[in-house]
């Protein structure tokens, strides 16, 4: 535990680190901060600060950046999450308020959002297929030998596929079909698809196997496709300092190009919480030179996904905390 003087201080060279990129000395902190601390007081809390791990010092000045557990104790007990103008709280509830006809029009709308305000790289995904819950399974006979399926979830996503078969199917058959996959399947998660064929057979069925399994293979084969992500403001990345190292660059862009990656860092937090992760925090060695923050985007009580930012570990968490706090009340009023 540190005290409130100690906290202060560190708040102020925390802010004051995120608004310049620069060591920050104690001058900067009389200067800037109206503490009302002496000079030498602020140094020597700097070094105390220091020397319990929340600050360090760089090896081209006298001043101090804040370090990993510095940035945790700020996210945790510093941080200010109304840091939104109303000018922001106007823009993000125009831009939501926008009419979609598909919910993932609305996941990309936010995700826009967010990075336009707070100027970071943002990123979504949508929920994990196999948990939403199927609301219908429709067959539609568009030839003798080939069937659009479409499946609708209690999400509102919407998967349609087509499939060949090498024997003709009747509108009696597609009718036994329709029938058939709602009785086995409506109510229940999505990876229920991949039950056993055996289970999907009435003993009073007259057509062949052939029939049911390249159904059964195809609608497996469209739910594993890869999620859809969202990426917005890639490009704001490189207008920061820490982007100026190579390494950091070309790691930077590994990650928004590798699918798992992205999805991984989407996936890992909690249900209700907006969730910060800083460096080493990330549980992947491409991840440790970057902060996380994420949500879960909801519509009322459905889980759509989850939207993120990737940015420097010297990020705003102020203003990218309180911005995503606020979409997320304005998504989750929406029905």
Do not use: C, W
Not at 32 to 57: C, D, F, P, V
């Amino acid at each position: 535990m540190i005290d409130d003087r100690k906290k202060k201080v560190l708040q102020a060279i925390i802010e004051e680190y995120i608004n310049t990129a620069e060591p920050v000395s104690s001058k900067a902190i009389v200067e800037n901060y109206g503490l009302n601390y002496s000079s030498a007081t602020i140094r020597n809390e700097m070094a105390s600060l220091e020397k319990e791990g929340l600050l360090e010092k760089t090896h081209t000045s006298s001043g101090r950046i804040p370090s990993e557990k510095g940035y945790r104790l700020y996210v945790n007990e510093l941080v200010k999450d109304d840091d939104i103008s109303l000018e922001e709280i106007k823009y993000i509830s125009s831009k939501l308020e926008t009419k979609v006809n598909e919910i993932e029009d609305l996941t990309k709308i936010a995700t826009s959002t967010i990075s336009e305000v707070t100027h970071y790289t943002t990123v979504s995904i949508g929920p994990n297929v196999n948990y939403q819950i199927i609301k219908e399974i429709k067959f539609i006979l568009l030839g003798n030998r080939m069937l659009m399926a479409v499946i609708l979830t209690d999400t509102g996503m919407v998967k349609e596929t087509i499939i060949k078969f090498d024997e003709d199917i009747t509108d009696k058959q597609v009718e036994t079909l329709n029938y058939m996959f709602n009785n086995k399947l409506k109510g229940e998660p999505i990876e229920k698809i991949d039950r056993p064929l055996e289970e999907y057979l009435f003993d009073e069925m007259t057509y062949s196997v052939k029939v049911i399994k390249p159904i059964i293979e195809q609608l497996k084969k469209v739910i594993a496709e890869d999620d859809t992500i969202y990426l917005e403001g890639a490009n704001k990345a490189f207008e920061l300092p820490e982007f100026n190292s190579l390494e950091v660059a070309k790691n930077f862009i590994n990650i928004l190009d590798t699918k798992e990656l992205v999805s991984d860092m989407l996936n890992s937090g909690f249900a209700q919480d907006i969730n910060v992760y800083i460096g080493d925090e990330n549980e992947k060695d491409e991840l440790k030179d970057f902060s996380i923050v994420t949500f879960k985007h909801k519509v009322g009580d459905k889980d759509l996904g989850t939207i993120g930012i990737i940015g420097p570990k010297r990020m705003d968490y102020s203003k990218v905390i309180s911005v995503m706090k606020y979409v997320s009340k304005k998504l989750n009023e929406k029905k």
